[in-house]
């Protein structure tokens, strides 16, 4: 790649390219990354709509927090079971609202420690807060 060509302009997030300079030799340049500055607004929305969706299935009570987070984090059934400490038959049954209620704070800890979070955020997901639900009825 020529020098001019690796040129781009984004200061969020510097790369170093090793690029032909004019003289035909090749050395490092530190400049933005080509993907953040094309890309990066795409990930964030699309992560925004998996985020809403998810978050209306464990409302309406198809899955538990514990499916939200799960997908969130990328992680596979087995890699959950594994990191949890669960077999994966009873990793799959924590995955449905009904199960999800009746599980201990023990356990609830377990899969907070493995999401890197708390209890308090994994339970958050269950109950829409007033102010959110004040604000969808007077159309605020």
Do not use: W
Request: charge should be negative; include cysteine.
């Amino acid at each position: 790649m020529k020098e001019k060509d690796g040129i781009i302009d984004c200061p969020q997030q510097q790369v170093i390219l090793y690029v032909e300079k004019e003289d035909g030799k090749y050395e490092p340049m530190q400049t933005g990354s080509y993907i953040t500055k094309n890309f990066l607004d795409d990930y964030e929305l699309k992560r925004r709509h998996l985020e809403e969706s998810l978050q209306k299935k464990v409302l309406s009570g198809e899955v538990s927090p514990i499916y939200y987070f799960m997908v969130l984090e990328d992680l596979t059934l087995s890699e959950l079971a594994s990191r949890a400490g669960f077999r994966k038959r009873k990793v799959k049954k924590h995955l449905e609202a009904a199960c999800f209620q009746t599980l201990p704070v023990e356990t609830l800890q377990l899969y907070a420690d493995v999401f890197n979070i708390s209890v308090k955020d994994l339970l958050k997901l269950l109950v829409k807060t007033t102010d959110e639900s004040d604000n969808t009825k007077t159309g605020s």
